[in-house]
């Protein structure tokens, strides 16, 4: 986004996106859209901090829902604005952003952060204000019953049951001694512990667990403690450095005897796997929750996605094919917001009166089917746990671009319910 | 006698303020009172003892985790919680000035920063009890004050006014107390202080330990009244903060961290207004800002007004 | 692996992190210890170097090779540049004064990394090496850009030395360090000292950067721990003393490594904090300062 440094914001708060578009397209008589009141959603954005790269595709994304939200006619009938704020990838901030969208911005609800510690800082705030608060995180916490009963996660799975999902076909096609590199905080320690827990139960073993600063620039000397007897290394590293870890990991092992390696695309999300320095991928596998590159039986709705976010064949962007997307996250924005729209639709949501209604209309969903809604696939939603659950996705990097070669059940990620949020107060 | 009127007109209007703001400002400004209480407490070290820390993240944060943990992991009160985190706060800042305050100047800049950083990686090593980087929300139970949820708004601001009226009380005291008075010798000429018969040594670990009181009350207020404890407020940045809160409106000044910290706040936010790129603009504020007021607001307004404390 | 070839590894990676803080640390020393003042916005113009030094490498045709020299030379002079002119705006009109120069120099950095975000973005981009070249070693192979990385950092130095001792420009430098009244009556222009000072700080943190692009990648947030661990290695290293600095950036580069392998990192962190505050602790002036 080649956004001036100094763009004055006329447009910030009102985001209608091709409402012209719409009129002329929907035929809905002008009179009626124009005496509507719109309905205002808040966006905490990750616009500046270490989580702007993934917040960049965040808001390109929900910009691209929102357009062909309103050519379909709004939510009940009114036009739908999204009011982004920068969170800087800060809790502090982040609690404070919810404030000024709920209170100052009149938002019937928020959505749209992504990182942890952002959330579980922000979340108690939302609660608080009685705001609906649909995060698009990946994070166990939600279901994990850390948070309230005002905050749902149905546009992403999380980490636990990804990670979980992932170890049957790990342990059938790759090996079954594994050693994980991880980093060294929250969510590396949810792929150590689920994963570690997950191989066990497919008869596995994770003989060695690496856990590396989340700040750390060189990995070279953590490579040596990588037991010999590995045969799948298993890496998900986070941050700037990530690309640094891969090539270091391609000078550590050379052309000799490597292990089997199953990466989380989170490593190389926004980053093109035929970067060079990358080349060690080659042949390796990958997570990913939404295939990046376009894949030979993508349907009608992946195409249309593609389109309206403005994402080519290889997941990098239309109008400059070096800037590569964060795409096994960024549907989380698109899917969360037909969501709303579903909920709201629901529940004859009117006006912020109605806000508990609304998240009772979601706690009551289960089965959302592959759609226009849903281009990642289709999803189960938990009511209890306000966990969506849906398919998971191996690739092989052949050729420098990511091939799927498997797909997961929605039961492979499944897991006992650790909270029944419904049973609540509000 | 002006400047006890000056003081008492200011928590006037802090008070009246919740009635005309809209509640959105509302919490802004419960926000900016235990973010002052914090920066007066960084005053007290550097603004009036000339102690240049960058270590204050830590006493931050033991307020923060000294309420915060017994609530989480033993569901006490907030009464004690309270009290827990102010202690902890302090004697944090009482340890660490007994072995920083063999250096001075520069060093002691780096002795504070290295043990706010130990501190902070060690919440995070904790991490299972401490919830490491993510933190965790504060239970209801530690978030009851005399029979009223702090969730609420107003008695949120009325525990955040509280909390400052104290604080601000205290620091007046003090200044215009004995001990006050030797610490600003401290700063101006330490030997000549030291040749009058005051042991530099005591002085500074008092200012140091009262200044983590200051910061424990702070922490525990903040976990308190706004819900979320995380090892993000153990962080460099939150050592920085009061230390620029205190320098944009006038270290040495009893109001200037109120000041500072209300003028960044609003700085932030007015900025974001005009662009997505605000940090610019608050950086180019902060420059030119500096430029025509080096001692800060308050302390530009004491050329005007001598009498200001 | 075993002990020894773990240990020799962790060395080499240490020498290596250690050649660029050295480099990186040394251009904070001369403007600690020149000007005396803090100076916030250090690490920016470390981030700004390898931002620099991607825009060059982006623009200029040909092999990986030319497009690293070019940087090389163009990333610290416009480093540089923008750090004199910061000086000569903002910092002089403030007469040095340290407080006033910790809070103008923060805004510094908020201008800086919002124009790298503005400019650069929000990712994480690789810098090609200028050359590929893996030493294979009997017990694992090593980048040999590394080892280029820790001879170039130490060339550089090596000029910097002989700049401070043997040129004329070194003298008034440290003549203007040990008394600048008394420089200022030899009829020293102070102010130009000090914006060379400050410019040449931030052309060495910018060297530095450079060189360490190919191996990390550059990042317009990349600048925080540099900051950190330069304006410890100077203090630690003694106040106005280039040689401490130096020695310190070995020490805390090679310790750092070797801890690590003994303790998982975030101990080994705590443990090499607090011995950096131990040191001081007990040894205020740092290890080459002059005792106060």
Redesign the interface.
């Known amino acids: 986004m080649t956004k001036g440094l100094f763009t004055p914001q006329p447009g910030r708060r009102a985001v209608l996106g091709g409402l012209g578009a719409g009129l002329i397209a929907g035929g809905l008589p002008r009179g009626a859209w124009a005496q509507s009141a719109p309905i205002k959603l808040g966006f905490q954005l990750h616009r500046t901090g270490i989580g702007a790269g993934y917040g960049r595709w965040y808001e390109r994304t929900a910009q691209a829902a929102l357009k062909v939200v309103n050519d379909m006619g709004g939510i009940n009938g009114r036009p739908v604005e999204i009011v982004f704020e920068d969170d800087g990838t800060d809790p502090k901030r982040g609690a404070e952003v919810v404030e000024k969208l709920a209170s100052q911005a009149g938002c019937d609800a928020i959505f749209g952060p992504l990182f942890s510690h952002v959330v579980i800082g922000s979340a108690p705030r939302a609660g608080e204000l009685k705001v609906p608060y649909l995060v698009c995180s990946e994070g166990y916490h939600v279901a994990s019953g850390m948070l309230n009963r005002w905050t749902l996660q149905p546009g992403i799975t999380d980490v636990r049951a990804q990670v979980t999902s992932m170890a049957p076909w790990v342990m059938a096609n790759l090996g079954k001694k594994v050693t994980m590199v991880f980093p060294d905080y929250a969510f590396g320690y949810d792929h150590r512990d689920f994963f570690t827990e997950a191989v066990k139960a497919q008869g596995g073993e994770v003989i060695a667990q690496i856990a590396i600063p989340p700040t750390e620039t060189s990995f070279t000397r953590y490579l040596p403690q990588i037991p010999a007897e590995t045969e799948v290394l298993y890496h998900v590293m986070v941050g700037p450095a990530v690309l640094t870890f891969v090539k270091e990991l391609g000078e550590f092992y050379g052309t000799g005897a490597r292990p089997q390696i199953f990466g989380f695309i989170d490593s190389l999300e926004a980053v093109d796997i035929a970067s060079p320095g990358l080349e060690f991928l080659e042949g390796t596998h990958f997570w990913e929750a939404h295939n990046r590159v376009k894949q030979a039986d993508a349907g009608a709705d992946e195409v249309f996605y593609r389109a309206a976010v403005g994402v080519d064949d290889n997941g990098a962007s239309i109008s400059d094919a070096a800037d590569v997307s964060t795409y096994s996250h960024m549907f989380s924005c698109w899917e969360t917001l037909f969501t709303i729209k579903a909920g709201m639709e629901a529940s004859g949501y009117a006006g912020p009166a109605d806000r508990q209604k609304f998240v009772e209309a979601i706690e009551a969903m289960t089965a959302m089917p592959a759609s226009q809604a849903n281009p990642q696939g289709a999803k189960m939603f938990n009511g209890k746990t306000h966990q969506v659950f849906g398919h998971q996705f191996i690739s092989k990097v052949e050729g420098g671009k990511l091939m799927r070669v498997h797909q997961t059940t929605m039961e492979d990620g499944m897991y006992p319910d650790a909270v029944d949020y419904s049973t609540m107060t509000f | 006698m002006k400047s006890l009127a000056l003081h008492l007109s200011v928590l006037a209007v802090l008070c009246a303020l919740q009635f005309v703001l809209p509640s959105y400002h509302v919490t802004n400004v419960a926000r900016i009172m235990v973010l002052a209480v914090f920066a007066m407490g960084y005053n007290i070290a550097f603004g009036y003892t000339g102690l240049l820390s960058l270590g204050h993240a830590l006493f931050f944060a033991a307020g923060i985790y000294g309420a915060g943990l017994p609530v989480h992991l033993l569901e006490w009160t907030s009464g004690p919680a309270f009290l827990t985190g102010l202690v902890a706060g302090g004697v944090a800042a009482a340890l660490v000035g007994l072995l920083a305050l063999r250096t001075a100047g520069v060093s002691f800049m780096i002795v504070t920063l290295m043990f706010a950083q130990a501190g902070y990686l060690s919440i995070l090593y904790f991490g299972r009890w401490t919830g490491g980087d993510e933190g965790f929300p504060m239970g209801a139970v530690g978030r009851q004050v005399l029979g009223y949820d702090l969730s609420g708004e107003t008695p949120r601001y009325l525990t955040a006014l509280g909390l400052f009226a104290v604080a601000l009380v205290v620091n007046l005291v003090l200044v215009r107390s004995k001990l006050g008075r030797v610490m600003v010798a401290m700063r101006e000429n330490e030997d000549r202080a030291r040749m009058l018969g005051y042991d530099p040594f005591r002085v500074k670990l008092a200012a140091l330990a009262i200044s983590g009181l200051y910061a424990g009350a702070a922490g525990a207020g903040y976990a308190m009244l706004f819900g979320y404890v995380g090892a993000t407020f153990g962080g460099i940045q939150y050592s920085i903060l009061p230390m620029l809160y205190v320098l944009v409106g006038g270290a040495g000044t009893v109001l200037g961290p109120l000041i500072g910290a209300a003028g960044m706040f609003y700085l932030i936010e007015a900025a974001s207004e005009v662009t997505e790129a605000y940090l610019m603009l608050v950086g180019v504020i902060l420059i030119v800002g500096v430029v025509f007021a080096p001692k800060g607001l308050l302390g530009a307004l004491r050329k005007v007004w001598p009498w200001l404390p | 692996?075993a002990f020894g070839?773990?240990l020799l590894?962790?060395l080499m990676?240490g020498l290596?992190?250690a050649s660029v803080l050295a480099l990186t640390a040394s251009g904070l020393s001369l403007v600690?210890g020149v000007m005396r003042v803090?100076n916030?916005a250090h690490g920016a113009f470390f981030m700004l170097g390898a931002v620099a030094a991607w825009f060059v490498t982006q623009w200029v045709p040909g092999p990986a090779a030319v497009g690293f020299v070019a940087a090389l030379v163009l990333a610290p002079v416009v480093v540089a540049g923008i750090a004199a002119i910061a000086d000569r705006l903002?910092l002089k009109?403030?007469g040095y004064?340290p407080?006033?120069t910790?809070?103008?120099t923060?805004?510094?950095?908020?201008?800086l990394?919002?124009?790298a975000?503005?400019l650069y973005?929000?990712?994480?981009r690789?810098v090609?090496a200028p050359f590929d070249w893996?030493i294979?070693l009997p017990w694992?192979?090593?980048?040999g850009y590394k080892l280029f990385v820790v001879a170039a950092a130490a060339a550089v130095l090596g000029a910097l030395w002989l700049v401070m001792t043997r040129s004329r420009a070194g003298l008034v430098m440290r003549a203007t360090q040990v008394d600048r009244q008394t420089a200022q009556a030899f009829g020293i222009d102070v102010d130009r000292v000090y914006a060379g000072v400050f410019a040449l700080g931030a052309g060495l943190a910018a060297v530095a950067a450079v060189l360490v692009v190919p191996?990390?990648?550059a990042?317009?947030?990349?600048g925080?721990?540099p900051l950190?661990m330069s304006?410890?290695v100077v203090?630690?290293g003694g106040?106005g003393s280039l040689r401490g600095t130096l020695a310190a950036a070995l020490i805390i580069g090679l310790s750092d490594?070797v801890i690590?392998?003994f303790f998982?990192?975030?101990?080994a962190?705590?443990l090499a904090?607090?011995a950096?505050?131990?040191v001081?602790?007990?040894r205020?002036?740092?290890l080459f300062g002059a005792r106060?």
């Not at chain 3, 694992?140 to 980048?143: E, P, R």
């Open positions: 692996m070839p773990f590894l962790a990676e290596v992190a600690f803090v916030v903002v009109r403030l004064d407080e006033a910790i809070v103008a923060i805004g510094l950095l908020y201008i990394e919002q124009a975000l503005g973005g929000p990712d994480a690789p090609a893996r294979q694992f192979g090593y980048s191996i990390q990648q990042h317009y947030l990349m925080g721990d950190l304006f410890i203090i630690i106040l490594g690590s392998m998982t990192p975030t101990l962190k705590i904090t607090l950096v505050a131990m001081l602790v007990f205020p002036q740092g106060p």
